[in-house]
Every structure is written in structure tokens, then in C-alpha cells.
């Protein structure tokens, strides 16, 4: 149980374009999801917390209108990133838990290289 | 200061031994929750435990035993007959419900490696 899915697990992207990245609890509804950012070597650091039907919620220093998160049903989270740059190259790792109180489980996350 | 403290950056050892990962919290919270979590190589993070702070049991399941003592603020991990397999890097996090609002803090990380 609690299997986190996330697609693409790749991607390669000229700078400019927008990369869409889905994060799916397959087996629990998640009312939280989270957003992460790791950076080779280093530990997680939140990106934004959403949850169901309503606004993220973003970390300081993190560009809401660069980072799109949209939690439209209890299994679905998407983050957006738009105009991606190489500086936004990175490992993006979601999670899902069935409520805020509840363990996190993470899914398998998304290289991002962006041209 | 760090709220939670991985002081081992990284650690070797040969395929069978036991191994310890520490970890040392910081926390104004009554309760609260910590857990480890591993990161192979691969990528995806692996939840191992939660324990809550209530609960000073420690656990063990199968090779993996946890050591909760909240007298010094510590949730070490103990790897029992170390497989090559083990070889990750290991999180530790601390939840708290007032301080944080639930929100997972991370430490930096052990990586361990177990050669065979």
C-alpha cells in the first residue's frame, strides 16, 4: 500500500518551454501533497504544500508564478514549470499523505535538464 | 540550530556488519513525530518509521531496529547484518504539529555504503 506514482521520471527541455510534472497516489486519497527540490548531495527542501481544491501553499523564496501547482482531486497533483531555465535543472520529488498529519509517502521523483 | 542532526556524513563498512545511524532532534513540541526515511540510489524515497514522541518502545523489524530515547533527544537506527543492498543515503525528519505544522525537517543525511 501506499504507492506514490510520478511521470515523467526524465526530462529533457530547451530553456523557454514549460514542463508539466503529475504526481499520483495510486492506493490512498491525499488530501496533502507535497512539492520537493533536492539538489545533488543534499536534503529535500520543500517546495510548497497543497492541498485539495485549494491554493498551494509556497516555501519563502519560491517563485509561485515559475512554479504552477495545481491539486485538483484527492489522487492528482501537478507542478508546472514554467519558462524553465538551466538553473531550474534539478531532481523534483513529490509526496502524498492522506491527510497534513499523516506519513508522507514519496514517489520515485523527475530529473529535469533544462538546455 | 539544526532541528535534527545527522552528524555522519558518510559511513563504510563490509557487507555483515552492523551499522548505527544517528540521529539527534530539537524540538519545543510535546508531540511530535520522527522518522527515517531511505534514499537509494535510484532516487525515490523509502519511508522505513514513524514513531510518535509518546512512543519510546524501541522497534525491529527484521534486520532494522530503531533506538528512541527521549532523554537525549535521539532516534538512532541500527542495521543488523549489513547487505550490499542496504547501501543508501538515510534520512532522518522530524514532524511537528505547533512548531512546524506538520511539516517534515529533514536532516542532512548519512550515506552509507556497504562493500562487499
Known amino acids: 500500500g501506499a504507492v506514490v506514482s510520478q511521470h515523467p521520471s526524465w526530462v529533457i527541455c530547451k530553456s523557454g518551454t514549460s514542463v508539466k510534472i503529475e504526481c499520483r497516489s495510486l492506493d490512498f486519497q491525499a488530501t496533502t501533497m507535497f512539492w520537493y527540490r533536492q539538489f545533488p548531495k543534499q536534503s529535500l527542501m520543500l517546495m510548497a504544500t497543497s492541498n485539495e481544491g485549494s491554493k498551494a501553499t509556497y516555501e519563502q523564496g519560491v517563485e509561485k508564478d515559475k512554479f504552477l501547482i495545481n491539486h485538483a482531486s484527492l489522487t492528482l497533483s501537478t507542478l508546472t514549470v514554467t519558462s524553465a531555465h538551466p538553473e531550474d535543472s534539478s531532481f523534483y520529488i513529490c509526496?502524498?499523505?492522506?491527510?497534513?498529519?499523516?506519513?508522507?509517502?514519496f514517489g520515485p521523483g523527475t530529473r529535469l535538464l533544462v538546455l | 540550530a539544526q532541528k535534527v542532526t545527522q552528524a555522519q556524513t558518510e559511513i563504510s563498512v563490509v557487507e555483515k556488519e552492523d551499522v548505527t545511524l544517528d540521529c539527534v532532534y530539537e524540538?519545543?513540541?510535546?508531540?511530535?513525530?520522527l522518522f527515517w526515511y531511505k534514499q537509494p540510489p535510484s532516487g525515490e524515497l523509502v519511508f522505513l518509521i514513524r514513531r510518535n514522541s509518546f512512543d519510546e518502545q524501541n522497534e525491529i523489524s527484521g534486520r532494522y531496529s530503531w533506538n528512541f530515547q527521549k532523554s537525549t533527544s535521539s532516534f538512532n537506527f541500527t542495521i543488523t547484518a549489513s547487505q550490499v543492498v542496504d547501501s543508501a543515503v538515510y534520512f532522518c525528519?522530524?514532524?511537528?504539529?505547533?512548531?512546524?505544522?506538520?511539516?517534515?525537517?529533514w536532516g542532512a543525511g548519512t550515506k552509507l555504503i556497504i562493500k562487499p
Open positions: 525528519a522530524l514532524s511537528e504539529p505547533f512548531e512546524s505544522n506538520y511539516q517534515l525537517i
Open positions: 524540538t519545543r513540541d510535546t508531540t511530535y513525530y
Open positions: 509526496s502524498a499523505a492522506e491527510t497534513l498529519q499523516e506519513t508522507q509517502y
